[in-house]
């Protein structure tokens, strides 16, 4: 048949199908919720059972809830269960729920409801389906399979068309008797499967356990507000009050603790050996300070902006409380500082900073929980690992990470380790994290996860993403070859089954308990084996097999990094790093304050590793400016710690007493802690300033420090005064002073030396006139004293006195000696 002949039949085909109201089966790149128009929800309310094993019944019973969003009536309404091919890869996992409804080529026999649905009516229903009957699912072999539960119906005024439908997937561990395939059973060995049983059921396959590693992440996004200084010298300060319902019961980092306890209870010991809680320092930090009492701030951007007491004290004291009884008896490890991108951290080039993010985390954690942790290994937060992330690592001896799938090695090894240079790596699966990330009230895509394998979940109820995630937890235990092939298809992870869910989950307690009792289930069947995380960092030195680091197709480089930090953030963040290094070496510690230089500006420092934390949801541009928001707030706080000491300027103009007065100068201290100042005065050539040397102000207070100086001259001297620390950070603003001394310079010592010899001329002319007898010509126009003088300068003191009464014009005026003999 000609090619325009084939076309014109399969257009009229189509046009004949719509004018018959049929539905055409979506194109493979359609999502799988691609029912268009919308006509109805089908909600999943419950699956027995959430794992198949040879001990329950031989089928599968699927309830819920059929909502009718159309405006019109739907009548004839028909459920059915189908079933999808065994899932061969990881990736498969994600994609089989994208796949066209033709992929579902299995179907059970209908469900009929008998009730039309009004606009807006619901109906619920219970639909059961043989697992390996001709008229079921026809599974007969172990592994996970995706299943399509869909409704068609008459909407009215129109034909039969496919209403709604829901996909999950069906982890089968083994399989129950079955009557056809007992009559199949032979008993001869080698003949088919040799875990078939005589009557028909079918052992899970134990040939070659699995190792599984879990790792449970709590995690949030960093809350303390930016630009607050430390030591219980500022109250906590949160940028929101969101926290305080996470931490508590039925909050997201809430349920996740009642999970592990209750889980803990009743869970199969070697699922706590398989186990370990990877904690976040800067969590750890944020909930401590908020069991201090904190408040949350009305502006994030500015550190001095106005707050509102919180709420979450109560909570934050119970959930810590959880947490250090749980640690005692849980595998414990510490993921990056507030999950800093390692990217960033190697374009900052910090040294400090960077060793608080990768291997002082664990210090942190081991004091806040009183806990030894498990170190040695990194768990990068974004998931992949750069040759200058890997770098970061080596530089501080960390010889060992994880990172997913994102690897192209030399040869695939079963236990999926490789290494990279000197770092030793674990790899997992990223379709199975994104599978334990659809969970929960919040679902998490990791940002590495390429498009085209991320389902739309919108129309997924919480128990159909509960049921996918817990096949994917089993997966690996299920369809992994116990040796890895080179077809590029095969998953790189080998017959590891380490599980790294995102490090933002947010599973409910009924999703929590339902991967741990899967966990145990796969445990006690044999199928897995658990790997705890302290052997197998013990064991990942001695992986040899080399890797190349690559990007994830189809994600940007920009992402798979983290979003790295830009140059020009990177230059602020090491000005303030420098700056705050340099204030805090001139700092003293006050035996009267907790607070130490150290812990005072901490939390600027762990500021920058909030402000290069690895984002799960935000764009590029978001990413930025929550960066320059940080950022920026810490500049802020770093230039009010410089104005906070500062020199009270006395008016501008300052008269010194003598020509060595010193210099008075008033020095104000308003920091939490004594600094260590120093003065750099300019004076001119006339005016000689001593030096002070490095001076101590005590904190929140003031004091007078007296400078040295000497004047060689009366006239005005302008003198230019600024403070620094005594490591050299400028302070304050400097101050201008007009300085005006009493000195008179050289003129007035000339005149003092002449006035002396004058003085010394004409007393020793009196003298030598006196030792010849003579009056001196001085005395020559005085007249000659009278009788009555000459008798009165010999009388007693007290009657000159009373002389002096009486004729008080001619007050007596008698010589020293006579006073002294009449005394």
Known sequence: MPADRVRCFAALLASTLLILGLSVAPFAAAPAHAVDPRYATLTITEITPSTVTSVGEDEVRVRGRLTNTFDRPISNLQIRLQRGARVATAVALRTSLMAPSTNYSVLSAPLTLEDTLAPGQSTEFELSAPLSAPNGLQIDTTGVYPLQLSASGVPESGGTVQVAQSRTQLPVVSLPANARRAAAFTGAV?????????????????????????????AAPPQLAPGILGGGTEPVRLISDQLAGSLAPEGRLGAQLEALEKAADGLDPRVAAGLCVAVDPDLLVTVHGMTLGYEVSSDPANPTSSTKPGTGREAAEAWMAKLRTLAEELCITALPFAQAGLDSLATIGDEHL??????????????????????????????????????????????????SSAVEPERLTASGRYRSGPVALQTYDLPITAALGAVGTQPVVPSILPSWQQPTLDDESPVSRRQAAVAALAFPMLAVPDTPTDDAADSVTGRSAFVMPPTYWSPTVDDALGLLNAADLLLAS???????????????????????????????????????????????????????????????????????????????????????????????????????????????????????????????????????????????????????????????????????GVQEIPPMGTRQIQIPTRASTSERATVEISMLTSTGVPLSEPISLSIYSNAYGKPLFWITIVAGVLLVLLTARRLWHRFRGKPDPADEDRPEPDADSLRLASAPYAERVERARENPEAPPQPPAGDRENDV
């Open 354 to 403: 960077a060793t608080t993010a990768v291997t002082g985390a664990s210090d942190i954690v081991d004091a806040l929980l009183g806990v030894e942790s498990l170190r040695g290994v990194t768990i990068p937060a974004v998931g992949t690992l750069s040759a200058s992330g890997r770098d970061v690592l080596a530089a501080h001896n960390q010889q060992a990470a994880v990172a």
């Open 190 to 218: 080698g003949d088919g499967d040799s875990r078939l049983g005589r009557d028909g059921s079918v052992a899970p396959d134990t040939s070659a356990p699995a190792a599984l590693t879990l790792i449970w992440p709590l």
């Open 526 to 692: 044999g199928t897995a084996e658990p790997l705890g995380l302290r052997e197998l960092t013990a064991q990942l030195p001695a992986a040899s097999t080399d890797t190349r680091l690559v990007t994830p197709g189809d994600v940007e480089p920009l992402v798979a990094q983290g979003f790295p930090i830009s140059a020009a953030d990177a230059a602020a963040v090491r000005e303030n790093l420098t700056l705050s290094g340099a204030l805090e070496g001139s700092l003293v510690k006050s035996p009267n304050l907790v607070a130490t230089p150290q812990s005072y500006l901490a939390p600027l420092r762990e500021d920058a590793l909030r402000a290069v934390a690895t984002p799960q949801s935000q764009t590029l541009a978001q990413t930025r400016a929550l960066r320059s928001l940080r950022i920026n707030a810490v500049t802020a706080t770093l230039d009010r710690m410089k104005q906070s000491v500062a020199l009270l300027d006395p008016g501008g103009r300052y008269t010194l007493a003598s020509e060595r007065s010193p210099l008075l100068l008033i020095v104000r201290n308003d920091l939490a802690l004594p600094v260590r100042v120093r003065m750099d005065i300019q004076a001119p050539d006339a005016l000689n300033v001593g030096d002070v």
